[in-house]
């Protein structure tokens, strides 16, 4: 039977022009919100699904039944970077696979809150630009400032302490800066770590993004070999009627997905 695209939730980890140039023949789909994964099933019957960025706060999050019906339907499910990266450490024993150093982070235990790599980001007409910066870009940023003598290894333990004890929207990189002056950092040493950080910023996020991308280029094309099999209770079936498409006066389809959004 043939499968559709392959399709992409991704947001603030990576601009669609660099997924492009990675997967150019995938569908790229905003961070996905609760329901989204199951009506891209719906609407694509895809190959693979890859989830890099999802929402919270402001909606319902991507929910693990939907990924594992996905699954059962035969696409391939693949998870990095963000909200992929946690859903993969939790749904793994089902089949989802997980790429990249975050993801690995979680499984092991280097990773336990789910805020490391929550952020702030704009909407789509600005790309999803960053707002604030992820604990784990920070992290890697300050090790990198370490590696590189910009700072004392002694500090960084203190800077991470600061930025993980701010609320996730507050977290910058730039303040970073400030912290060091506050810490003792001679000032002529502030000045080149403010250098340091304006171009040497390490992003994990992007670069499991960019893995995931390369990675489900490389998949079979058969469908996934191996269901969960979704029990199918009654609150999902009625979650899976959300895509129930009705039809107006003028005899055009509206589907529940985008009451919803209205």
């Known amino acids: 039977m043939t499968r559709g695209p392959d399709v992409v939730f991704l947001g603030p980890s990576l601009t669609r022009e660099a997924a492009a140039e990675i997967h150019p023949d995938a569908i790229y ?6 329901g989204d994964v199951l009506a891209a099933v719906r609407r694509y019957r895809p190959r693979a699904i890859g989830l890099i960025d999802g929402t919270f706060l402001s909606n319902m999050s991507v929910f693990h039944k939907e990924l594992l019906y996905a699954m059962d339907r035969g696409a391939w499910l693949l998870g990095s970077s963000s909200m992929g990266a946690l859903r993969a450490a939790e749904c793994r024993q089902y089949g989802m696979i997980g790429v990249g150093s975050i993801y690995q982070a979680l499984v092991d235990g280097t990773i336990e809150d789910d805020d490391e790599v929550a952020l702030t980001h704009g909407d ?5 630009r960053n707002l604030s910066d992820a604990m784990v870009t920070i992290r890697a940023t300050i090790a990198g400032a370490v590696e590189e003598g910009v700072i004392p290894a002694g500090m960084a333990a203190d800077l991470i302490e600061r930025q993980k004890s701010r609320w996730f ?3 910058h990189l730039s303040a970073t800066v400030s912290d060091a002056r506050e810490l003792g950092l001679p000032e002529t040493a502030v000045e080149v770590l403010r250098a340091h950080l ?4 390490i992003d994990p996020k992007r670069s499991d ?3 995931l991308l390369r990675t489900m280029r490389g998949l079979p094309d058969t469908p996934f070999p191996d269901p969960p099999g979704v029990v199918m209770s009654v609150v999902f079936r009625a979650v899976l009627a959300r895509d129930l498409v009705v039809e107006t006066d003028s005899g055009s389809g509206v589907s529940y997905e985008r009451m919803r959004h209205y």
């Open 198 to 201: 304006r171009h040497n910023v």
């Open 169 to 171: 929207p507050e977290r």
């Open 124 to 128: 789509a007409k600005s790309g999803f």
């Open 29 to 34: 789909l905003p961070p996905a919100a609760m």
């Open 209 to 211: 993004a960019e893995e």
